[in-house]
């Protein structure tokens, strides 16, 4: 490739991204119709702040709920049971602390689905 070539191919690159840019420049804006330029001229563009206001989170899960209790009716447990009467009471106990969590969280599902509103 030669130097003149590449001055041509400089100068080519050079004319055509002048070009692109004064394509992209925009003429100066005519008055809308129906009005003179001078009465455009008087127009002024009022600008408006609006405040949004965001709603801040609720916590919904209290402090006080705490983790779930240790259920006295897991598989090792029945299995270590001396006899029926033993696996029943520790069936019977883990339902009483089940029912027992289970209210808490329905409390704490409806005091959120309250606070939503």
């Known amino acids: 490739m030669s130097v003149r070539q590449v001055r041509r191919g400089a100068r ?6 002048a070009a692109a840019l004064g394509a992209c420049a925009s003429p ?9 330029h001078q009465d455009a001229a008087a127009v002024r563009t009022v600008t408006k702040t609006v405040r949004v206001y965001v709603p801040k989170p609720v916590r919904c899960v209290p402090d006080g709920l705490g983790p779930p ?5 897991t598989d090792a447990a029945l299995r ?3 006899g029926a009467a033993d696996r029943y009471q520790l069936l019977a106990a883990g ?3 089940r029912e027992e969590r289970l209210r808490q969280l329905e409390d704490v599902v409806t005091r959120c689905r309250k606070a939503a509103r």
Do not use: H, N, Q, W
Request: charged letters at 20%; a positive charge.
């Open 95 to 97: 339902r009483i602390l």
């Open 28 to 36: 100066e804006r005519s008055s809308p119709p129906g009005m003179t």
């Open 80 to 82: 270590k049971a001396g």
């Open 69 to 73: 209790p240790v259920y006295p009716d």
């Open 12 to 17: 080519f690159c050079v004319l055509f991204g």
